[in-house]
């Protein structure tokens, strides 16, 4: 009972967080429209709002640890009997690095209130919103540490695999390497900053195999081997500036209002609509059911930003429909996995603003810059669509086509979609809104609209605020991690030595982008789209960029890439969001072959883009002339 009551109060602690967060995001719409009409704006809302998040975010974080929403790789965990070694590691691991991140914002608050800091409009003194989120950390660091004495006692084995006491081997062989990497670093045994940077590299990815959190792993690795290498006293400043730097970060914060935006949507049902609206156009034809799946992941993407979010959404407003009209289950199933992957490259994408975060590069260039990819993503999944109905006409009969009222209706229904995405995206590449205004703008309208369809329940906004709470709060935990390590990095000046290794191996640049691409390929398949890209952005992209290409067009690939490996074995994230939804009806592997096709779509797709870095940067550069 006592733990029951705890974990409805964290997790109304964070549902009333999501609440602040979009109290922010409906405080900016009146700014905005103050703004621009009354000429009337709210006066230090932006810098007020940096703090009201950073400390909304660490209001998430309890939650998110008790849930375990962390980006792990669990292939390894997975197919052992006894997954509790690996468990009571990751956890301690965990523990230790909030605990770090506790303790140095805590160390910084004191510095700040010390030196009497304010705000720079509203002469606010700024101690007291960072004492907020200290409190909130702490509070994360006792419930991460309940998760550790749940995992060192729970009785429950698990029956998963036949592989004995393996977990425990594995456990003991990542502590054992790292704690002999870190003896040799902290010893000096290893005095060149290269060699500490590929020790570091080992370290990470052993504790990633052990199954300990993306976030976690990168950090503990990016503060005790910068430490190493500028003592301790830096490494642990370096938590106390990073960690307060992305939890006030405006650009940061628009993750959690595109995510706010993309729940409220579809609660208000804005994805039946847009499939209706497809299906009155396209059903009609062979294969047109499939094409209408494919058009509306794709314009819910617009509105949603992510994958696997896209997938499930879809997939339950489609899936019974789409199947009892005859066409076949794989085919139907490996249309919604693949169009699912056009969440995260359409615009707005969560994963394209953590890519900036992390590099530097501008939120809207990017968003900019995967239209054209994304169109032809569309374009290459009707292709295909079409190539396997012309083929196997059995598997897609002709439907009735749709009268013209039912034509117009559906597409009078569909105005709320092409409001919000309209004003969203159009405000954004129009230079009306910065990134943050128009995720706030696109959370206050999708509210709106989700209230005044009478479906948003109280259980429905429940959901919602909770989903985007626990996945806010890990999504800033990656982008701390990140930072850590891409501090430590930089330092180890490893970047430079990769362009110093690519300069003397005398490797064209064209064969770097085809070995880069096929390490993305190969990452995209057994890590999801975040964590492939947060482990190797760091020291990768300043690689790309020194052989001569575009980091935008870069980072569009990159997504484009590690996106097919949400449909591709073994891990394929989307097929097993799909499995979920169908239940016992459809096995994996049926899926996984209903796939197929559109993997080798996407092998071409990846190969013209590559090939044709034109099609990624037209519009970017058409834009800004």
């Known amino acids: ?108 608050t004191l510095q700040l209130q010390g030196d009497g800091i304010t705000t720079g409009v509203l002469n606010w003194p700024v101690a007291p919103f960072w004492w907020g989120a200290t409190v909130l950390l702490g509070l994360s660091v006792l419930v991460q540490f309940a998760v550790l004495i ?23 062989a990542a502590v054992a390497l790292s704690a002999l990497a870190a003896w040799a670093i902290v010893t000096r045994s290893v005095q060149s900053p290269i060699t500490v940077a590929l020790i570091g590299l080992g370290i990470m990815y052993v504790l990633v195999a052990a199954s300990v ?49 993309g729940g409220f949507a579809m609660a208000g049902g804005l994805a039946a609509d847009l499939y209706r609206l497809a299906f009155a156009f396209l059903g009609h034809r062979r294969g047109g059911l499939c094409y209408a799946v494919i058009t509306s992941c794709a314009a819910f993407g617009a509105i949603c930003g992510s994958s696997v979010a896209t997938t499930a959404t879809i997939g339950r407003s489609t899936l019974g429909e789409v199947q009892s009209r005859g066409y076949a289950p794989k085919l139907v199933a490996g249309t919604i996995a693949a169009g699912g992957t056009l969440g995260a490259l359409i615009p707005p994408s969560v994963v394209l603003i953590v890519y900036a975060i992390l590099t530097d590069l501008s939120i809207r260039d990017l968003f900019i810059a995967a239209v054209v990819p994304g169109l032809f993503a569309v374009a290459m ?82 959901e919602v605020l909770t989903e985007t709470s626990a996945n806010s709060a890990m999504i800033y935990l990656i982008v701390i991690g990140a930072n850590l390590f891409g501090y430590f990095i930089t330092v180890a000046e490893f970047p430079q030595a990769l362009i110093d290794a690519f300069k003397n191996a005398q490797i064209s640049p064209a064969t770097l982008i085809i070995m880069l691409m096929l390490l993305y390929l190969a990452l995209g398949c057994v890590f999801d789209t975040m964590a492939a890209m947060v482990i190797t952005v760091p020291f990768l992209s300043p690689l790309v960029v020194a052989a001569g290409f575009d980091p935008v067009w870069w980072g569009i690939m990159v997504l484009v890439l590690v996106e097919v490996g949400m449909i591709t074995p073994p891990i394929g994230m989307n097929v097993f969001v799909l499995k979920g939804v169908v239940g016992p009806s459809l096995s994996l592997k049926d899926i996984f072959k209903g796939v197929m096709p559109f993997i080798g779509g996407d092998l071409i797709r990846i190969a013209i883009l590559g090939a044709f870095p034109i099609l990624t940067l037209w519009l970017p550069h058409m834009l800004k002339q």
């Open 1 to 108: 009972m006592k733990n029951q009551t705890g974990l409805r109060a964290l997790e109304w602690l964070a549902i009333a967080n999501a609440g602040v967060m979009l109290l922010v995001a409906l405080a900016t719409c009146v700014d905005i429209v103050g703004r621009h009409f009354f000429d009337s704006p709210i006066n230090g809302l932006y810098e007020a709002s940096a703090y009201v998040m950073a400390i909304a975010v660490c209001g998430c974080l309890p939650a998110g640890f008790l849930l375990q929403r962390h980006v792990t790789f669990d292939l390894i965990s997975r197919a052992l009997r006894d997954q509790r070694p690996l468990l009571i590691f990751a956890s301690f691991s965990t523990l230790v690095f909030i605990a770090l991140v506790f303790w140095r914002v805590s160390q910084s």
């Open 150 to 172: 749940r995992n060192l006692f729970n009785a429950e084995t698990p029956e998963r695999a036949t592989m004995g006491g393996t977990g425990t081997w594995i456990a003991i």
């Open 213 to 261: 959190p993306i976030a976690v792993a990168m950090g503990i690795v990016g503060i005790f081997a910068f430490a190493a290498i500028s003592g301790f006293n830096a490494a642990f400043s370096m938590v106390g500036s990073e960690t307060t730097s992305v939890l006030a970060s405006m650009d940061l914060a628009s993750v959690p209002l595109f995510l706010l935006m």
């Open 381 to 462: 999944y009707f292709l295909v669509i079409a190539i396997v109905v012309t083929l196997r006409p059995e598997q897609a009969p002709r439907s009735a086509p749709q009268p013209w009222s039912e034509r117009r209706a559906a597409l009078i229904a569909c105005w709320r979609s092409v409001l919000l995405f309209g004003v969203v995206l159009g405000g954004l590449y129009g230079g009306v809104f910065t990134t943050n205004e128009a995720a706030a703008v696109g959370a206050g309208i999708a509210f709106i609209f989700a209230f005044a369809s009478g479906r948003m329940t109280r259980k429905a906004l429940v």
